[in-house]
């Protein structure tokens, strides 16, 4: 039986003299490591290290406008860090058939929490198109829930507001 002696490579790895093949798979596999460990880090660096995350309203700065007599836009002011989830925007409304509704072309980010994901950062605006239930008594109100991350590790529970849409 042949004897397996251990040698230092030119990188300072111990390798097996006879089984090149098991070096070069524990290298391989060193190297993967890092560089997950070099991606993961990215997104935490460009954090301040002292940073707390913003509570929900500060996070999320939304606000609405009525475009025409059946059309609303809610719209989202994200700060840098921060995103929200496309697929957890939900509109409700007593008041309102929601006929339907617009969103731009998100983002695809591979999220350490729900994994690949939908989102959008900076801005989002949402296109509604409503129409009165009923007339003259109607109070206007919209439902609406929404969720978002920050990128220092915290995700905000659902967050859900309702607003009046005068005009509509």
């Not at 990188?11 to 097996?16: T, V, Y």
């Not at 509570?55 to 025409?68: L, R, S, T």
């Not at 939900?90 to 969103?103: P, R």
Request: glycine residues 6%; proline residues 7%.
């Amino acid at each position: 039986m042949k004897s397996t002696q251990w040698q230092e490579d030119r990188f300072g790895f111990m390798e097996m003299k006879n089984n090149k093949a098991v070096a070069t798979l524990t290298k391989t596999f060193l190297l993967l490591i890092f560089l997950c460990k070099l991606a993961f880090s990215v997104t935490a660096q460009e954090i301040p290290n002292n940073a707390e995350p913003l509570a929900p309203e500060d996070a999320f700065v939304m606000d609405h406008i009525v475009v025409g007599p059946s059309e609303a836009v809610i719209r989202w002011r994200i700060p840098k860090y921060y995103y929200l989830y496309k697929e957890k925007f939900a509109f409700s409304s007593k008041d309102f058939i929601i006929e339907g509704v617009q969103f731009p072309l998100p983002e695809i980010k591979d999220d350490p929490f729900f994994g690949p994901s939908e989102i959008y950062h900076n801005v989002v605006e949402a296109t509604l198109r409503l129409t009165p239930k009923t007339e003259g008594n109607s109070k206007g109100i919209l439902d609406i829930a929404y969720q978002g991350c920050w990128e220092g590790g915290v995700c905000y529970p659902l967050l859900k507001t309702s607003i009046k849409l005068s005009g509509l």
